[in-house]
């Protein structure tokens, strides 16, 4: 991890910016790496990450981690976190200034990491990052906002109650670093939406 990720990753774990930090087990900073060409975000921790204090473990993390095995990757080679960083309680969603006040942790790892593409995982921050709404419209498409690319698929939690899900999930994971493999030999995109800033 760079250095200045570290510096942003001790700040989490040291934050007490909004009233999720009274109810925390652990702050849940980004994790993986700090070249990584995609950075995966969630909306906010649950309970598994709460307890251990990293994104994305439990069985949903289990099926990114499949589905990213699936085409070669390891866990390790990309960035995950999410847009808040504390476990709002009973996993409700985070409040619109819970949410305004985490805001700085993730546009300095956008900062510091400059992902090629950023990946949304679920409806909700789908919601919260690029405003949008029903995300089985959406996912499989890339967007750009503020000059950023961003890829939509579903949250992995979803193929844990419907099993359908699972195949939809490793497609558009596929798709997502077929668009990096094409970014990365200078070919040109087409993107498929423009969200307003
Ligand atoms: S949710 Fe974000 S702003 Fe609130 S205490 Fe946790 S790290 Fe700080």
């Known amino acids: 991890m760079s250095s200045k990720l570290e510096i942003v990753r001790q700040n989490v774990i040291d934050c007490n910016k909004c009233d999720l930090c009274k109810t925390r087990t652990n702050s849940v900073p980004g994790k993986g790496n700090s070249k990584s060409d995609v950075m995966f975000v969630g ?17 949903a993390g289990r099926r ?6 699936g085409i070669g990757i390891s866990r390790e080679d990309v960035y995950i976190t999410n847009a808040v960083k504390c476990r709002p309680p009973n996993n409700r969603a985070p409040s619109k200034l819970e ?17 090629k593409i950023i990946c949304i995982l679920g409806n909700t921050a789908f919601g919260s990052i690029l405003g949008g709404s029903e995300i089985t419209k959406f996912r499989g498409k890339l967007g750009i906002k503020n000059n950023q ?15 359908k899900l699972i195949e939809v999930f490793k497609k558009d994971i596929k798709k997502l670093f077929d668009l990096i493999t094409e970014l990365k030999n200078g070919k040109n995109v087409p993107i498929d939406i423009e969200f307003s800033s």
């Open 43 to 59: 909306e906010a921790p649950g309970r598994n990450e709460d307890l251990r204090g990293e994104p994305f473990i439990g069985v």
């Open 64 to 69: 990114l981690s499949e589905a990213l095995e």
């Open 99 to 115: 949410k305004e006040t985490c805001q700085e942790y993730i546009q300095k790892e956008i900062e510091i990491i400059k992902p």
């Open 149 to 163: 690319l961003y890829f939509i698929t579903i949250h992995p939690a979803a193929t844990i109650y419907n099993q």
